[in-house]
């Protein structure tokens, strides 16, 4: 038996996600360029940095209902608009949608049997309001829960935990494992906002009743708050759980400079999640990967991405 000394971090995304056309709108590629430039600025603090490729089409279609793919391919095709209220795409956004949702596949790859313990993938649209057969929230496919389901089906992983810290609940991959032991999902979440799903009541159903947990918190909630839920209610389920493979869906809009929720976060209060998660994450010998979801204050945004990143990139002890 040998230990590879060096486990790299693989940070993941594609040009493609510039082009996914929103017009005035809070998800706007002005987000991962504030992002990449700012990792630029920092050396891209040692992260190997890789192209996300497309989602396969046959895991796309075993986590979104058929119709519904070719639906929003069609629609992107023909030029795009409104899918719902706040869910716009363009005639590009088929393939930043593709390449989003495969960044978060290859992050699995990467991390099961891939060398790397920890990584980050950046795409948009984001993904952890997409339904089975419904965009929603600025979402298409739900990127988080392909992830997760590659994971289980490909790799044959047994348990995985998803931690979500988005200031929204994310009533996709909520839906999508809610019958599942598979997966745990935790979410952490303003109440009462936007999608309003997310109550302490809902913890999943059939097998997989217990195997949710949703954590809302109320407006103007801060890092101690958030912090604490970690600490304190994720990790002594998560310990007892097990996961072979811990995944966040890294939203950044409870940060206080957020301008879509009410929550006060800052990019320390981001760090110490991670760092809370890394511990998990090297004590169950389980790699850790973080998939963008929300952040609509771009500098903040860029911080806090960076402030996961160097908790993700300290070696594991
Ligand atoms: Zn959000």
């Known amino acids: 038996m040998y230990r590879t000394s060096m486990r790299p971090a693989v940070f993941i995304s594609h040009p493609a996600s510039l082009g996914h056309a929103t017009g005035s709108h809070p998800e706007r590629a002005a987000r991962i360029t504030a992002i990449e430039e700012h990792l630029e600025s920092l050396g891209w603090l040692g ?3 890789r192209e996300a490729p497309r989602v396969e089409r046959e895991l796309l279609e075993l986590v979104h209902l058929r119709e519904y793919v070719l639906g929003v391919e069609a629609y992107c095709a023909g030029g795009g608009g409104a899918l719902d209220a706040d869910t716009i795409v363009g005639p590009d956004s088929w393939e930043a949608a593709l390449r989003s949702a495969g960044g978060a596949v290859a992050l699995v790859d990467a991390l099961i049997g891939g060398g790397a313990q920890t990584g980050f ?3 948009r649209p984001p993904g952890h309001h997409a339904e089975a057969g419904r965009a929603m929230g600025f979402c298409l496919f739900n990127n988080i829960a ?3 389901t590659h994971a289980l089906r490909r790799h044959e992983l047994e348990r995985i935990l998803i931690l979500d810290w988005d200031v929204h609940h994310g009533n996709g991959t909520n ?3 809610h019958q599942s032991a598979e997966v745990l999902y935790i979410s952490i ?4 906002l ?5 109550p302490p009541s809902d913890r999943g159903s059939g097998a997989g009743t217990g195997f949710t947990l949703n954590l809302p918190v109320p407006p103007g909630s801060g890092d101690e708050v958030f912090c604490a839920l970690v600490q304190e209610r994720v990790l002594p389920l998560a310990l007892r759980y097990e996961p072979q493979l811990v995944l ?4 950044y809009d409870a940060h206080a400079e957020d301008p879509l929720a009410d929550c006060q976060m800052s990019e320390l209060g981001y760090a110490t999640m991670t760092a ?3 511990q998990l994450s090297d004590e169950l010998n389980a790699p850790l990967g973080a998939v963008l979801e929300g952040g609509y204050a771009l500098n903040a945004l860029a911080r806090s991405v960076a402030a996961t990143l160097v908790e993700l990139s300290v070696p594991a002890s």
Not at 189 to 192: C, S
Not at 248 to 251: E, M
Request: no cysteine; glycine share 18%.
């Open 175 to 177: 839906d999508l494992f």
């Open 47 to 49: 992260f190997e940095r």
């Open 248 to 251: 966040i869906s890294a939203g």
């Open 146 to 148: 392909l992830a997760a």
């Open 276 to 278: 809370s998660l890394r």
């Open 189 to 192: 979440h303003q109440a009462g």
């Open 194 to 198: 936007f999608p309003g799903t997310g």
């Open 121 to 123: 993938a950046a795409g």
